[in-house]
């Protein structure tokens, strides 16, 4: 019982950490990447899609992403959709294509984004406590039933402290690695 649990809890931890990952990328550092429009929504006969499952996105230059929709009625929605979005760029419409300069980050931007990060980064750090915690009590609930001993469950408690610690870790090494990366000019 107590390797599952370890188990569940250290690939929860796990997908907490990809998870961070994935909300990083979205946030940008002044160069140009295709994953940025990823999260960027888009109506698409009567339900919201993501962009790229309706447009080509491609990277003209560093600083330039070009997005080519398949159907030429959803260039204006898609533009639209990139404008509204959080990630403040402003697309031009070249009649088939779009393009989506990455505007220079200022310094006060930057330290915006630095705060969004760490953000993030907390956000990510509390859920791996609250699996922490829910692990604990799991191991609780099993002394209580008379499943484990407390000698079991101690070390359990120590085994899975371990992994938070080194989850967290993992947590302040991304977070250190996208604050230099945003602050770079």
Not at 60 to 89: C, F, N, Y
């Amino acid at each position: 019982m107590i390797p599952e649990l370890k188990k569940t809890a250290e690939q929860k931890m796990q997908k907490s950490v990809e998870s961070l990952k994935t909300d990083l990328a979205k946030v940008r550092t002044g160069r140009a990447h295709t994953g940025l429009l990823d999260h960027v929504m888009v109506e698409y006969y009567g339900s919201m899609v993501p962009v790229n499952q309706v447009a080509n996105i491609t990277l003209i230059d560093a600083r330039t992403i070009g997005v080519q929709t398949w159907e030429k009625p959803m260039l204006p929605k898609v533009e639209k959709a990139i404008r509204d979005s959080d990630l403040g760029l402003n697309p031009s419409n070249m009649g088939e294509l779009l393009r989506v300069p990455m505007p220079a980050l200022t310094e006060e931007r930057r330290r915006d984004l630095t705060k969004v990060v760490r953000h993030e980064g907390e956000n990510a750090k509390v859920a791996i406590r609250n699996l922490r915690r829910d692990a604990n009590q799991q191991l609780k609930d099993a002394v209580k039933d008379k499943l484990i001993s407390e000698d079991d469950e101690r070390r359990a408690e120590d085994d899975i402290q371990k992994l938070t610690d080194k989850y967290v870790a993992e947590i302040d090494k991304l977070l250190a690695q996208k604050e230099q990366e945003l602050m770079q000019i």
